[in-house]
């Protein structure tokens, strides 16, 4: 068990690292995933507020999507932050994991993301 929260600290601490290297250059997109849901928020850290965010939880997502814990809800919610950043002008951001793998739900948001027009 310590050495698994050793691991998570470590991916946590690379990961912010290269988001400071960054920092005030491009705003940064923000994953979380719990058990039930993912969350992403592109957050503009120089005026220390959030542009835009989507997640599982919101009303026309719960309705549409079987599970909020699922890579396809997470492809949906990484298609639909990806958009509202373009409608707000925000075309490139840094990817911000926090301390979770790249794969699976992660993976599936930022690929969506990609594709959907932002680049990272």
Same mark, same amino acid.
């Given at each position: ?45 120089? &005026? ?24 396809? &809800? ?12 373009? &409608? ?33």
């Amino acid at each position: 068990m310590a050495n698994s929260n050793k691991l998570v600290a470590r991916r946590q601490r690379r990961t912010r690292l290269k988001i400071q290297r960054s920092k005030g250059l491009r705003p940064r997109l923000s994953v979380f995933r719990s058990g039930g849901h993912i969350y992403a928020q592109i957050i503009d850290d120089v &005026a220390g507020r959030t542009l835009v965010a989507a997640s599982t939880l919101e009303k026309d997502q719960r309705k549409a999507l079987k599970s909020g814990s699922t890579v396809e &809800a997470a492809a949906v919610v990484g298609k639909l932050v990806a958009e509202r950043a373009t &409608a707000q002008g925000v075309k490139e951001v840094v990817f911000d994991r926090g301390s979770f793998r790249y794969h699976g739900r992660v993976k599936a948001l930022a690929d969506a993301a990609r594709e959907s027009g932002l680049s990272f």
